[in-house]
């Protein structure tokens, strides 16, 4: 049985699946290199590895929000390489039954390719997102951070 993250950006609940996530921190200061993407907040040097940061509200095209005690850092594998996640709190873990999850409205030429499925709960309706189908491999490559320096 599948066992989700589930967390909150902006007044909606995420889920990520738990097997993906290699830790959660609590919001720092990070470090701000010149010329990343649009969506990448910075890096973040945890435990002697720098690893890029996304703000999550960003990447979904929603407003910037403001970072408070409750933001948290979910850092996560994708594709082999660690990016972490601003959101906005984790709200705890999410075993959901087979039965809950429906699959992922599509809205014409919208994309949500990167909803897995959609979970229904008591307090409403948990988005499981699939963080392969969040980047293009071109944002992938750019987000990278090559191994070995020359």
């Known amino acids: 049985m599948k066992k989700y993250l589930k967390f909150k950006v902006e007044r909606e609940s995420y889920g990520i699946d738990l097997m993906e996530i290699k830790e959660v921190v609590r919001y720092q ?3 701000k290199v010149p010329q990343m993407p649009e969506f990448a907040e910075g890096v973040l040097e945890i435990r002697g590895d720098i690893i890029p940061v996304i703000d999550l509200r960003k990447r979904l095209g929603l407003e910037k ?3 408070n005690e409750r933001t948290t850092i979910i ?3 994708v594709k082999d390489q660690e990016i972490g996640y ?3 709190e984790t709200e705890g ?3 959901p039954k087979e039965e809950d999850k429906t699959p992922s ?3 014409g030429d919208i994309q949500t390719d990167f909803l897995k499925c959609m979970i229904k709960t008591k307090e409403g309706v948990v988005m499981i997102m699939d963080l392969t189908k969040l980047f293009t491999n071109n944002e992938l490559k750019v987000l990278k951070r090559e ?3 020359k």
């Open 29 to 31: 200061n990070l470090i």
């Open 65 to 67: 929000g403001e970072y």
């Open 75 to 77: 850092i996560c594998f």
């Open 86 to 88: 601003i959101v906005d």
């Open 93 to 95: 873990v999410l075993i």
């Open 105 to 107: 409205p599509r809205f």
């Open 147 to 149: 191994e070995e320096i």
